[in-house]
């Protein structure tokens, strides 16, 4: 820089607070931007276990409900459903058999004893029960924070036709 440039910049105040405040700057940064990165990182954790959560609930509510108003309902269509509709969500491979898991059965009034081969009445109902469960594990290893949750979701539909059998 010029000399005389630097002598002008000298006498004016506003400029030397501005070069002395720097430094303190610098430091206030330093020590604001671990928490300000760590903060990101776990909304960002917590958005994905938000959305996984939902897609866990939605494709129970989808494979249940494609067992009760398919007119030859199975398990493998409800489960097919379920995990299509979880696939939708960024970040969900619905298709590993593991992770989610779908359980998909047809059961009588009580949800304890299987459906028969007959059409369902309504003194005789039968009901198709979807079950997913998921294992949420966050991208980051926190500290003294759990890293995994377990999502788990039943949804329970009356069926309008009684199940294809095999019924086991």
Not at 6 to 26: A, C, M, T, Y
Not at 81 to 103: F, I, K, L, Q, Y
Request: proline content about 8%; charged content about 15%; hydrophobic content about 45%.
């Amino acid at each position: 820089m010029l000399p005389h440039v630097r002598e002008l910049l000298r006498r004016i105040p506003l400029l030397r607070f501005i070069r002395q405040e720097l430094g303190q700057s610098v430091v206030e940064v330093s020590l604001l931007m671990p928490m300000l990165v760590f903060l990101i990182l776990a909304g960002g954790d917590l958005a994905r276990a938000f959305a996984l959560q939902l897609a866990v609930q939605n494709g129970a509510r989808a494979g249940a409900e494609a067992a009760a108003v398919d007119f030859s309902p199975t398990r493998t269509a409800a489960e097919a459903r379920a995990r299509d509709e979880m696939g939708r969500t960024p970040g969900m491979n619905a298709t590993n058999t593991s992770n989610p898991v779908v359980t998909v059965s047809f059961k009588q009034s009580d949800l304890a004893t299987d459906c028969t081969a007959t059409t369902p009445t309504v003194a005789n109902p039968c009901f198709a029960v979807v079950r997913v469960q998921y294992t949420f594990r966050t991208v980051t290893p926190w500290p003294l924070i759990p890293n995994t949750a377990n999502f788990d979701r039943t949804t329970v539909m009356r069926m309008f036709k009684a199940p294809t059998c095999p019924c086991s």
